[in-house]
């Protein structure tokens, strides 16, 4: 669609149809006006032709369930949206046979108004390119593209980014696939015991020839089901990788699997870059000691510059080892970011890994296990560009970390 979506809201109470009106203003959303039910309506609709058409049921609900059906025979491109106070399951069912295409209720929550029209267009638009016979109609991007970052190696980015996948899979959240974009060590095929076949840079060199039926052909798989893009057997096969190719791939596989895990070095590379601009959520890793919350102060900064969706990062404590120089609290306030989760010392994760099985699947009773499926489950049912974080926790306090921190 060309420019922003155009709405029409129709409701015979002037006071919500304006704050429902203010609402899309400023989520972008062109409304073209705002009108109550019947002929009114009706001959506004024809006339603006809207993409989409706001509509709200209320007792007794006739008027508007006539408008509705009316104006989906009028204007059978423009998707209807019944909004309504009445909660029962008759009510929806009503709006929906009169044709509207998704149903919600009082009190209206904008962002979930401004979700519900982004979906029935992309729907409708789907719908459109079937009918016109154009096979290719599945969302641009329908994955969540987790990154996985840490300042340090020998933090436990690897092992993350093993068991969340894993973790996935296991609460059925949908499919996942990891990534190695660590170009000095690569060994995400190896910690999972998976044969290199192909990898991330043979992807990247044939992109422009695959599609997302042919991308899966360069994919390794695990038992768990995990799918995985090694990284090259050699690490000088990198060097002619293009962040483009890899950029194109990331399209690729995110189209194809609902989660794409990137697993990346400690180091900023154009690959990173990439990596860390195509997350929707970036998992910021730190191990406890006082060299990785040093090294984090400043990957936070540079990270916090060159990206436009700061809230993005999430930052996870990992413990490693389970000697630890600093304390969590600490952690929080000397960074000044909400710990989202911090994952335990588990002495037999790397037990299990030499099996190539990720402690998630060999021990799922483990501590270290639960908190890789809430970090999942949290992920994959909660909005996380949205939460809490970049709480500002106040000045670092007193101690071996004040003292290191106090030119901030
Ligand atoms: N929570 C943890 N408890 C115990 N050992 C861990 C934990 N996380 C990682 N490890 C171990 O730390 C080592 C380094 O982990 P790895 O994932 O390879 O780090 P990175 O990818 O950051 O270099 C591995 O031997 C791994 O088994
Ligand atoms: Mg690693």
Redesign the pocket.
């Given at each position: 669609m060309a420019g922003n979506p155009r709405i029409l809201v129709v409701d015979q109470d002037f006071e919500t149809r304006a704050e429902i009106q203010k609402g899309l203003v400023r989520a972008q959303f062109i409304v073209m006006g705002g009108v109550g039910y019947g002929a009114e309506a009706l001959s506004l609709a024809s006339e603006l032709k809207p993409n989409v058409v706001l509509v709200g049921v209320e007792d007794p609900p006739s008027r508007a369930l006539q408008t509705i059906e009316s104006m989906s025979e009028l204007l059978p491109d423009s998707p209807i949206i019944a909004y309504s106070s009445l909660t029962d399951s008759e009510s929806a069912r009503k709006a929906v046979v009169a044709g509207a295409r998704d149903y919600l209720t009082k009190p209206l929550k904008m962002n979930e108004v401004v979700k519900a029209v982004q979906m029935a267009l992309s729907q409708h638009e789907r719908r459109r390119a079937l009918l016109a016979g154009d096979s290719d109609t599945s969302p641009k991007s329908a994955g969540m593209i987790i990154t996985i970052f840490?300042a340090k190696?020998?933090?436990?980015?690897?092992?993350?980014a093993i068991n969340l996948a894993s973790a996935f899979v296991a609460i059925n959240a949908g499919s996942a696939v990891v990534v190695d974009m660590d170009t000095v060590?690569g060994?995400v095929a190896m910690m999972m015991d998976v044969p290199v076949e192909a990898s991330l840079v043979d992807a990247a060199d044939k992109v422009d020839e695959m599609d997302r039926e042919s991308i899966g052909s360069c994919l390794g798989r695990h038992s768990s089901g995990v799918r995985v893009l090694p990284a090259p057997f050699e690490p000088t096969d990198w060097r002619n990788v293009s962040p483009d190719g890899v950029e194109k791939v990331l399209t690729l596989l995110a189209q194809t699997h609902d989660f794409v895990i990137l697993?990346c070095p400690?180091t900023f590379t154009d690959l990173v870059a990439v990596a860390l601009d195509r997350a929707n959520v970036v998992l910021l890793?730190t191990s406890l000691d006082i060299t990785s919350i040093k090294d984090t102060t400043t990957a936070l900064k540079l990270l916090s510059n060159g990206m436009n969706n700061e809230e993005k990062i999430k930052l996870v404590i990992?413990?490693?080892t389970n000697v630890n120089s600093v304390g969590e609290d600490d952690v929080s306030k000397v960074l000044r970011r909400e710990v989202v989760w911090s994952?335990?010392?588990?002495?037999e994760?790397?037990a299990s890994?030499q099996l190539g099985t990720p402690v998630v699947i060999d021990r799922p009773l483990s501590a270290?296990s639960e908190t890789i499926r809430e970090m999942a489950a949290m992920l994959a049912g909660v909005e996380v560009t949205h939460g809490g974080n970049g709480r500002d926790t106040g000045p670092a306090e007193t101690g071996i970390l004040s003292r290191l921190f106090k030119r901030e």
């Open positions: 840490g190696g020998g933090i436990g980015k690897t092992t993350t060590f060994d697993d400690a890793l990992n413990r490693p994952v335990p010392h588990d002495a994760i790397s890994l270290v």
